[in-house]
């Protein structure tokens, strides 16, 4: 669990951090580069619940059963209504995830990971789907179309 100080943080102050935050995560960096400062600015906890959450938001979004994304994610099924409540609630935030996550590379990847977790041989998956999914990622990668 996170331990949050119970002083308040000046709002001016907070923006204004929040404004760093946002410059540090915003610089193009090579993926290495990017993994260490990730992993020195954060402790394992909160990788582990920011990577949850950006999870939990995807699957979300793809329309993944609820059952398979507890399964998946390691989650409760409590946790996992927090958060179609917190998208339901906050459409906006809905949208502009949306948006982050149709960028090809990003998208790539999490295709990538969902191939891995649901490809060919998992139980009570389509392998002619799954097969073709496989295909398309393994193109993508070597024409980068």
């Known amino acids: 669990m996170v331990n949050i100080s119970k002083r ?27 993994k260490s400062f ?22 979300l979004i793809k329309n ?14 409590a946790t996992l209504n927090k958060y179609v409540l917190v998208l339901d609630k906050n459409v906006e935030s809905y949208k502009y995830f949306k948006k982050i996550i149709n960028l090809e590379r990003i998208k790539s990847n999490i295709e990538e990971l969902i191939n891995t977790l649901y490809g060919p041989g998992t139980p009570g998956v389509d392998w002619s789907e799954a097969r073709k999914t496989q295909r398309k990622i393994f193109r993508r990668k070597s024409t980068g179309l």
């Open 8 to 34: 308040k943080l000046d709002e001016y102050v907070f923006d204004k951090l929040l404004a760093i935050l946002y410059e540090i995560f915003t610089m193009s960096r090579k993926e290495p580069d990017f």
């Open 38 to 59: 990730f992993e020195s600015i954060f402790s394992y906890s909160e990788r582990v619940m920011l990577i949850k959450r950006i999870g939990i938001i995807y699957l």
């Open 64 to 77: 993944i059963k609820n059952y398979e994304i507890c399964k998946t994610l390691k989650i409760s099924t």
